[in-house]
């Protein structure tokens, strides 16, 4: 396993290449040199000299899978993980109510799980559903989480990306061919947290309508339509 290194000294830094696609990640290679060196292979990197925090971040082996459908026999003990993880962060870390965090839309969702590798070690989680309303549809989008020592490798952007994927997917295969709709609730900025709201703007999301309280805290709907066309 990884740990931090000292940045002050001489720093080695093993890079394991799993095959994940650093550069929609947001990822780039170190140098060109790097990449032809590095390709389908573990190297041995040394930095002789004081390096950035940033570098240190080398992402760890993980994946995300889809908790299979309601029927499947494999689906609770996944979706147990999912929750968990759910209250590990927004009722033990964030203090919201234990009885509203299951809800009606769990047993139907789609959700996702990802984990470490080799471990499968759940550290987060979302979850996707279809929304019919006066002859019209979106998806929502909600329980977006990643365990606290986890998040600075910016494994949400990872999530919600994975999410988008099955989402116009799903809208392609339902027959619709322009655009489709997600709608998800984002924390609101509060007096411990810079909520999410910017966040969900870097994927399109816009605010719509003012802030309003759900389980005793200040969200904002926030609305993306994600082009089909593409």
């Not at 390709?39 to 995300?64: G, K, N, Q, W």
């Not at 299951?102 to 979302?126: C, M, N, Q």
Request: charged fraction near 25%.
């Amino acid at each position: 396993m990884l740990t931090p290194c000292d940045t002050r000294a001489s720093i080695n830094v093993i890079l394991v290449l799993s095959g994940f696609n650093t550069k929609r990640a947001g990822y780039k290679p170190i140098s060109d040199h790097l990449r032809k060196t590095a390709h389908h292979s573990s190297v041995y990197l040394s930095f002789p000299t004081m390096v950035d925090d940033a570098a240190l971040r080398v992402l760890p082996a993980h994946e995300i899978i889809i908790v299979p459908p309601p029927e499947h026999e494999g689906r609770h003990a996944l979706l147990q993980q999912c929750i968990q993880v759910r209250i590990a962060v927004f009722v033990t870390e964030q203090g919201f109510p234990l009885d509203v965090e299951v809800d009606e839309y769990d047993p139907t969702a789609t959700h996702w799980l990802l984990r470490l590798l080799p471990s499968l070690k759940p550290i987060g989680t979302i979850r996707a559903h279809k929304v019919e309303s006066a002859g019209s549809s979106y998806y929502k989008l909600a329980r977006l989480v990643v365990l606290k020592e986890y998040r600075h490798y910016k494994f949400g952007r990872n999530l919600v990306l994975t999410l988008h994927d099955w989402v116009k997917d799903h809208a392609r295969n339902s027959g619709v061919t322009d655009f489709v709709k997600i709608v998800c609730h984002s924390q609101a900025v509060r007096a411990d947290s810079a909520g999410v709201v910017a966040f969900y703007r870097k994927f399109g999301y816009e605010e719509e309508g003012d802030l309003f309280d759900e389980d005793g805290e200040p969200h904002q709907k926030m609305v993306a339509r994600l082009s089909l066309e593409e």
